[in-house]
């Protein structure tokens, strides 16, 4: 919902598209560490399915916990999208027919997926209560370097398939999209837990 209302405000509050993009990532980065400061302890802040699948993988959340967690990140998103479309006075459901398509784009959502997981696996411990900050910041500066704006998030990229507003994406790439997801939920965790158990080490 803030993803696609604050795409659709900046198209109505600016016709620049750098001016639009600012508004946009401003608006989910507060909303977003926010979000996760609140259900941190709610739901460990699971909103994406590719954290709920590499904390499955990795032992941390059982089968049927990552599943429920999947489907209700897919619902919530689809909802909020839908709510964001009726706000604007458009249909609640209003396919998108943004295309975002190509292997600079797909590398831009790799790299962002990348460093979010990354993120995600050292802040742990005594980092743990810089997650809101951190994660936020970190999707707030990829919505501007990465060739794809930063989707980073399967269920958030469905979603905005529903939206044909300035943040939304066409069904047709979402596949592509969810596939550099995945490759770079893959990669970020590896290397985060790299990292994380190369200090570990030298605390040692």
């Known amino acids: 919902m803030v993803v696609v209302g604050s795409g659709a405000m900046a198209v109505q509050m600016s016709p620049d598209l750098g001016v639009e993009l600012l508004i946009n ?3 989910t980065v507060l909303a ?19 954290v709920s699948i590499s ?16 489907a209700a990140q897919c619902a919530g998103g ?4 839908m709510i964001a479309n009726l706000m604007y006075k ?3 459901y209003f396919p998108s027919h943004h295309i975002r398509t190509g292997t600079a784009i797909w590398l ?6 990348a460093g979010l997981l990354f993120l995600i696996q050292v802040l742990t411990g005594s980092k743990a209560h810089l997650a809101p900050v951190v994660i936020a910041g970190w999707i707030g500066s990829a919505y501007f370097f990465t060739s794809s704006t930063s989707f ?5 990229t469905l979603a905005r398939s529903v939206s044909d507003t300035f943040s939304g994406i066409a069904l047709k790439s979402v596949g592509a999209f969810v596939v550099a997801q ?4 893959i990669l970020g965790t590896a290397i985060g837990n790299y990292f994380k158990s190369a200090e570990k080490r030298e605390s040692e």
């Open 108 to 113: 831009g959502e790799v790299i962002a997926t």
């Open 78 to 81: 689809i909802a909020g999208a």
């Open 182 to 185: 995945i490759l770079g939920a």
């Open 32 to 50: 977003l560490g926010i979000l996760i400061y609140i259900f941190g302890s709610v739901s460990g802040a699971h909103f994406n399915p590719v």
């Open 55 to 70: 904390e499955w993988a990795q032992k941390r959340l059982s089968l049927s916990e990552a599943i429920a967690l999947i």
């Open 25 to 27: 990532a401003v608006s």
């Open 90 to 92: 458009h249909p609640a």
């Open 152 to 156: 980073a998030n399967p269920a958030v």
